[in-house]
């Protein structure tokens, strides 16, 4: 889907009651999946397209998402690597210095973060804000590619 990018935009800051979430998934006929629920928060799935949208239990509505390409979901054969589009023309594989001239501006934030094993390599993370979103592109260790994408509202 060619705007997937902008859909799961649409859905982030909306309600339980808007008929976005629910169309977008007749649309790519990928039924979410609750794969966290608990009293504050519940992510869903969509293991079929490659991104996950988590609810705010407590204010109500539609707050992040996230984009997996390089993730250690996808590694796993666990989650389809995201096949849609991103902003500026920025294609997952792109290195960070391509994803800052594409987007013309510089990251507010760039730092370096560790995997969830102790084993893991440092992955970077550029933080940027873009309309009312931060937008984090994660590039994955040792290649430094762009391999993951959050976005929270």
């Given at each position: 889907m060619k705007d997937l990018f902008e859909r799961i935009l649409q859905i982030l800051g909306t309600s339980r009651d808007s008929s976005l979430f629910q169309q977008l998934s007749t649309d790519l006929e990928d039924e979410p999946e609750a794969v966290i629920k608990h009293q504050y928060e519940t992510v869903y799935l969509f293991r079929k397209t490659g991104f996950s949208i988590s609810f705010d239990e407590v204010k109500g509505h539609y707050w992040h998402a996230f984009i997996h390409?390089?993730?250690?979901?996808?590694?796993?054969?666990?989650?389809?690597?995201?096949?849609?589009?991103?902003?500026?023309?920025?294609?997952?594989?792109?290195?960070?210095?391509?994803?800052?001239?594409?987007?013309?501006?510089?990251?507010?934030?760039?730092?370096?973060?560790?995997?969830?094993?102790?084993?893991?390599?440092?992955?970077?993370?550029?933080?940027?804000?873009?309309?009312?979103?931060?937008?984090t592109f994660i590039f994955r260790a040792p290649t430094e590619q762009l391999a993951s994408v959050a976005i929270e509202c």
């Open positions: 390409y390089g993730s250690a979901m996808t590694l796993s054969g666990r989650v389809t690597p995201y096949n849609g589009n991103l902003p500026a023309g920025i294609l997952l594989g792109d290195d960070h210095e391509l994803v800052e001239e594409k987007l013309e501006k510089r990251p507010l934030s760039s730092k370096y973060i560790q995997g969830s094993s102790p084993d893991d390599l440092k992955d970077l993370w550029d933080v940027y804000e873009l309309s009312s979103f931060k937008i």
